[in-house]
């Protein structure tokens, strides 16, 4: 399965963890980090495909994207 690259994610610097991190809000707990912007951005692209086969396996709902801050 693809990345829906339709899920709203948002990235910003942590100084607590000294890394750029990476969150779906639509999807529950599904965030990634990075050493860079782009990096972070590649990591929670891997971590949306997981977190949708790992949803499918598990027979769990999967959230239809919303679109833009959704969750502001």
Do not use: H
């Amino acid at each position: 399965m693809k990345t829906d690259p339709r899920y709203e994610i948002i990235i910003y610097w942590s100084d607590t963890d000294e890394a750029f991190i990476a969150e779906v809000p639509e999807l529950a707990g599904c965030a990634a980090d990075g050493a860079s912007y782009l990096e972070a951005l590649q990591n929670v692209e891997l971590v949306i495909q997981e977190w949708i086969e790992t949803a499918e396996e598990m027979g769990r709902e999967i959230p239809k994207p919303k679109g833009k801050l959704m969750f502001a």
